[in-house]
């Protein structure tokens, strides 16, 4: 199993450039979440999804957007980039409360 | 509004001093209390779920207690290894996974 996998690693964007950061699981896992995390501030929800088709907001999910068209993938869509929108993204999926994370995506808006 | 606050922000022990983390919650219903260990530019690992005051585990030498408004992870003679940021979540009856800001604990050789 590869587990929860995310692309890209790395990723510079210039403000009010839109891109998605793509998330994967191969676990048939019906809980999948989006994380941003800042120094400082730990973890924040920005949307999450109980199963494909059902998707709801978390904590900061402004400037996000989110679909789950099958439960595999996950992709997370940012409209038009802001550079408060700086941060390492982790994406996390679950079948029981315990999260499997994947290894972050982190981004530069400048 | 849930909220979750860990302490100390740092904690820095000489391989073999025990010692303990803090993590204080309020929460509506709590549906479990989650402590994760993240390496430098990893992803948060799990390492326990607790479910209801009085629980306990263990893991090699990790040991995480809960009460109704906090959990404690204890540290027992901590290697270099163990050297990480120690997160805490709590679930709430509503499904909302609410993070602290993290321990970053530091054992020096």
């Known amino acids: 199993n590869a587990g929860v996998t995310q692309t890209p690693k790395f990723q510079v964007l210039k403000t009010g450039q839109s891109m998605t950061l793509q998330c994967a699981q191969d676990m048939n896992h019906e809980y999948m979440s989006w994380y941003r995390q800042d120094p400082g501030m730990g973890l924040r929800l920005i949307h999450y999804?109980?199963?494909?088709?059902?998707?709801d907001q978390g904590e900061v999910p402004n400037g996000y957007n989110v679909s789950r068209s099958t439960t595999e993938d996950f992709p997370l869509r940012l409209l038009s980039a802001a550079p408060s929108q700086t941060s390492v993204y982790f994406c996390?999926?679950?079948?029981?409360?315990?999260?499997?994370f994947g290894p972050g995506t982190r981004l530069t808006v400048l | 509004e849930d909220q979750v606050t860990q302490s100390p922000e740092a904690l820095r022990l000489q391989e073999g001093e025990s010692s303990s983390l803090n993590c204080s919650y309020t929460v509506s219903g709590l549906r479990g209390l989650f402590w994760y260990r993240q390496d430098p530019g990893k992803g948060p690992e799990f390492l326990f779920t607790?479910?209801?005051a009085g629980e306990e585990k263990e893991k090699e030498r990790l040991k995480a207690t809960l009460t109704k408004k906090e959990s404690f992870l204890h540290i027992t003679a901590p290697k270099p290894e163990d050297s990480a940021t120690y997160l805490c979540a709590v679930q709430s009856g509503m499904g909302d996974m609410r993070f602290g800001a993290g321990t970053r604990l530091t054992v020096k050789p």
């Open positions: 999804s109980v199963g494909a088709g059902i998707t």
């Open positions: 607790l479910y209801s």
């Open positions: 996390a999926s679950s079948n029981s409360g315990e999260q499997f």
